[in-house]
């Protein structure tokens, strides 16, 4: 079976189970669309999307310095934003690949007694951190970045669907579809 059924599968298990699910992104621009469409559908069938930690202060190191971030959420999806505005042409979220935004959403979820995500969906650092910490994560894994497929190797991803994440949002809606009606979830 590919990784783009095992993960329609486990999203269509957690569907049915009820579970609580996270979901976030390092690629707002391109995939929030992707992640959005999922969470609206296991939201309508009475999952419990977490939006835990919106509007904390995420440090991140990177190359370029110290860079100063918030959490938001678009359609129960997680990522991070400016912390001083937003810049032209950033008008969902900044580009991340880090694990400091899922570690943080997830200590304020912890601290607030839960609940805890019985699944963690996304890309780059939300999936890779969740699974370094013990989440059942799943994600799009660009084909030119191996930290998915390493995490996926090592058993800290549960699936890693192998794409090229910097296409337009809208070539993804074939795939959106294929998930939702392979989970069960269309409407």
Known sequence: MGALDRFADRVGAVARSGGAVL??????????GFYG???????????EVLTPAGGRRVDITTRFGLRTYNLDYVRGVALV??????RPG?????????PLPVRTVLAAAA????????LVVGDHGWVCGAGQLGFEAI??????????????AEGRV?????LDDGVRSDYYRPLTRYVLNRACLSQ
């Open 158 to 162: 549960s699936v890693a669907v192998p």
């Open 111 to 118: 601290e607030r007694g839960g609940p805890l995500p019985e």
């Open 23 to 32: 979901f976030g992104t390092g690629h707002p621009q391109r995939l929030i």
């Open 139 to 152: 994600g799009l894994a660009d084909t030119d970045d191996p930290a998915l497929f390493v995490g996926e």
């Open 37 to 47: 469409a999922l969470a609206d559908a296991l939201s309508a069938v009475g999952c």
């Open 81 to 86: 934003r400016e912390a001083t505005g937003l």
């Open 90 to 98: 950033c008008a969902t979220g900044v580009h991340t690949h880090s």
